[in-house]
């Protein structure tokens, strides 16, 4: 079955600190992958999304994640958090021309001023 | 971008009675839609997939008698928990995909005392 993985659990960074969040999957045929972020209080929301084309993917609020396909990873980075970038980090990956998710266990990230 | 409510945001229930749960897509038709379940501090699990029209596709282990989902329109869900327990207690979070993405409502937090 396919599966999504998130090595951390939890992240605390300093303000202006870089950021990296790792996520792989278990599927060999072609995915979708997608990072949303959960604000305290708030619904989910996307953040970035790969389908084909150039693997460095840019999205909202200064993030972006490489696909590498040989690692199955899609990790999600950014050069310098800052205190509103607090909150729960969750990537998904859809698989073969279904349309439904299958969501990592989330990273909550803190950043502290 | 397109917007997705739920509602109630919130409902406390007592345990044994049945709870009812909306999804709308605010500005768009939905003939697929999702119903998710977020354990505390955990990832989303997808409990089944509603098509508009049709009979919902359950998740291995969700029991289709106890959740139940009606989609009658392009723009509605509804997810019906029946004789509900304790053990009911969670977050539902719904999603309407206007393909290729899913758009997630705020959540729906049970409470069954």
């Known amino acids: 079955a396919q599966s999504v993985s998130q090595h951390n659990h939890h992240v605390i960074l300093s303000e202006a600190a870089s950021l990296e969040l790792g996520c792989n999957y278990s599927y060999g045929g072609t995915v979708n992958l997608f990072w949303y972020v959960q604000y305290p209080g708030q619904h989910l929301q996307l953040l970035l999304k790969y389908f084909s084309g150039d693997p460095l993917v840019k999205g909202i609020k200064g993030f972006e994640a490489e696909f590498i396909k040989s690692k199955f990873s899609f990790n999600l980075r950014k050069p310098s958090v800052q205190w509103s970038d607090t909150a729960e980090y969750f990537c998904?990956?859809?698989?073969?021309?279904?349309?439904?998710?299958?969501f990592g266990a989330g990273t909550r990230l803190a950043v502290h001023p | 971008g397109a917007v997705v409510s739920q509602h109630p945001s919130r409902v406390i229930c007592k345990s044994g009675t049945s709870v009812k749960i909306e999804c709308r897509s605010l500005?768009?038709?939905?003939?697929?839609m999702f119903w998710y379940r977020q354990f505390p501090k955990q990832s989303l699990m997808l409990m089944a997939t509603?098509?508009?029209?049709?009979?919902?596709?359950?998740e291995q282990g969700v029991e289709k008698d106890k959740f139940l989902i009606n989609h009658a329109s392009l723009t509605l869900s509804t997810l019906t928990v029946t004789s509900a327990h304790p053990e009911d207690s969670s977050f539902y979070i719904c999603s309407a995909l206007d393909s290729p993405e899913q758009y997630f409502g705020p959540g729906t937090r049970l409470t069954v005392t």
């Open positions: 998904a990956v859809k698989t073969g021309g279904y349309n439904k998710l299958i």
């Open positions: 509603s098509n508009e029209g049709s009979k919902a596709t359950y």
């Open positions: 500005d768009f038709q939905a003939t697929t």
